[in-house]
């Protein structure tokens, strides 16, 4: 799997778009870009993933640049409940030995009021 | 998305003993995660279990000292043997969803004495 990059910590106003960013310049065609986070004492989240066009979902969406060497998680309207580590992890999909994650050290993104 | 339980939460053990973790899911699933995270950590893959056959332990993870049962597909225990303070931390286990994101049971936090 791609090895991805991505700022230790963030912050952000509430209520404001957060906007994280991951760099996957390694990354190969056949692998997508997935994003979860981990609130405090949870476990992890899946939030999102996509392989080249933008997606969206009821959680966030996902910027994809055109040449997929980086992206970038959106939350649109931060809440203070947004606060956690978020991990961008780039992986193949389609076989059995995809299945398992290798995480990085993330974003720890704080929300303040 | 799967719905994932474990059991205990939390427990305090002393050196010396064992802890088998419960991790229970709602429908069935072919492959199930263990993973460790220390305090302060990012998630470490421990091992892959699969329904019928010897659990895949990554590196630096053997049998002997976090054995594995998958006695069917909705159920797999992970047992911390011989426990150090070293062995302090939270275990997660997770199951992969359709789309090979996964979903995170919310991890038995382990302090041993």
């Known amino acids: 799997d791609a090895k991805t990059t991505q700022p230790t910590s963030m912050d952000c106003a509430e209520g404001r778009a957060a906007n994280l960013p991951c760099n996957h310049s390694?990354?190969?065609?056949?692998?997508?870009v997935y994003w979860y986070r981990q609130i405090h004492s949870q476990g992890p989240q899946y939030i999102i993933h996509?392989?080249?066009n933008n997606e969206t979902n009821e959680m966030a969406s996902l910027i994809i640049t055109e040449d997929r060497k980086s992206s970038t998680l959106i939350l649109p309207h931060a809440t203070l409940r947004d606060t956690a580590v978020y991990y961008c992890?780039?992986?193949?999909?389609?076989?059995?030995?995809?299945?398992?994650?290798?995480f990085g050290s993330g974003t720890r993104l704080s929300i303040r009021p | 998305s799967a719905v994932i339980s474990q059991k205990p939460s939390r427990d305090i053990c002393q050196r010396g003993t064992s802890l088998t973790i419960q991790c229970q899911v709602d429908?069935?699933?072919?492959?199930m995660f263990w993973y460790r995270q220390q305090p302060g950590q990012s998630l470490t893959l421990i091992a892959t279990?699969?329904?019928?056959?010897?659990?895949?332990?990554e590196s630096g993870f053997v049998i002997d000292k976090f054995p594995i049962s998958r006695p069917n597909l909705t159920f797999s225990t992970l047992t911390v043997s011989n426990m150090s303070p070293e062995d302090s931390s939270i275990y997660l286990c997770?199951?992969?969803?359709?789309?090979?994101?996964?979903?995170f049971g919310p991890g038995t936090r382990l302090t041993v004495t």
């Open positions: 997770s199951v992969p969803g359709n789309n090979y994101e996964q979903y």
């Open positions: 390694t990354i190969s065609g056949n692998e997508y």
């Open positions: 996509g392989l080249k």
């Open positions: 992890i780039v992986r193949v999909r389609g076989d059995s030995s995809a299945s398992k994650i290798i």
């Open positions: 429908s069935q699933v072919t492959m």
């Open positions: 279990a699969n329904q019928g056959s010897e659990a895949t332990y």
